[in-house]
């Protein structure tokens, strides 16, 4: 068995060998005929694979170069949805300095409840502090930079947030923000 494996790594190594001598000029390494006869017979035994070979390069060398000028590749869906758009959706086209001003601009995430204020015309409304240290009243209908006040209790504010995540049916979650946090209510 070891000596099969053996004859079969030489058989490659001299096929290998022979392929390579048959594509310099001469035969030997050095590109030079060492006698008539030899440069003869290597072309004559070679010829057909010599130019076989020379016909492959060329091919291998149009597919390195790769597309022509005016040359684009272009994906043809069939149906399908294009691979190389976002799974999550468009980003948001506001800039970092391009939020609108007060509550409007605050993510939900950066929103802190600190009280709950009651008043005969409107009814409950919550005071929160935004990431700028500052007070805002909101109450229900209000928007925010990722959703809107849905609901506003005695103890809590209710958003509704907009989800972009594409594994998820609902498009919306409620997030709840307690006046009292869970950690102290214990």
């Given at each position: ?113 600190q009280g ?29 930079l ?12 209710v ?8 594994t ?19």
């Open positions: 068995m070891k000596q099969l494996r053996l004859t079969f790594s030489m058989a490659i190594v001299l096929a290998a060998m022979a392929t390579v001598f048959a594509q310099t000029k001469g035969g030997s390494p050095g590109g030079g005929a060492s006698t008539a006869t030899t440069s003869t017979t290597a072309t004559s035994t070679t010829g057909t694979t010599a130019t076989a070979t020379g016909g492959v390069q060329e091919v291998l060398q149009e597919i390195l170069e790769g597309p022509g000028v005016g040359e684009q590749y272009r994906y043809d869906p069939q149906g399908r949805r294009d691979p190389f758009q976002s799974l999550i959706g468009p980003a948001p086209k506001l800039q970092a300095g391009a939020r609108p001003p007060g509550p409007a601009g605050f993510l939900i995430d950066e929103i802190k409840l709950i204020v009651t008043t005969k015309q409107q009814g409950l409304m919550a005071m929160v502090n935004g990431p700028d240290n500052k007070g805002y009243l909101v109450h229900v209908g209000d928007k925010v990722d959703g809107e006040v849905v609901r506003v209790t005695p103890s809590s504010i958003f509704r947030q907009e989800v972009n995540d594409p998820r049916i609902e498009r919306f979650r409620e997030v709840v923000k307690d006046l009292v946090p869970e950690a102290q209510k214990k």
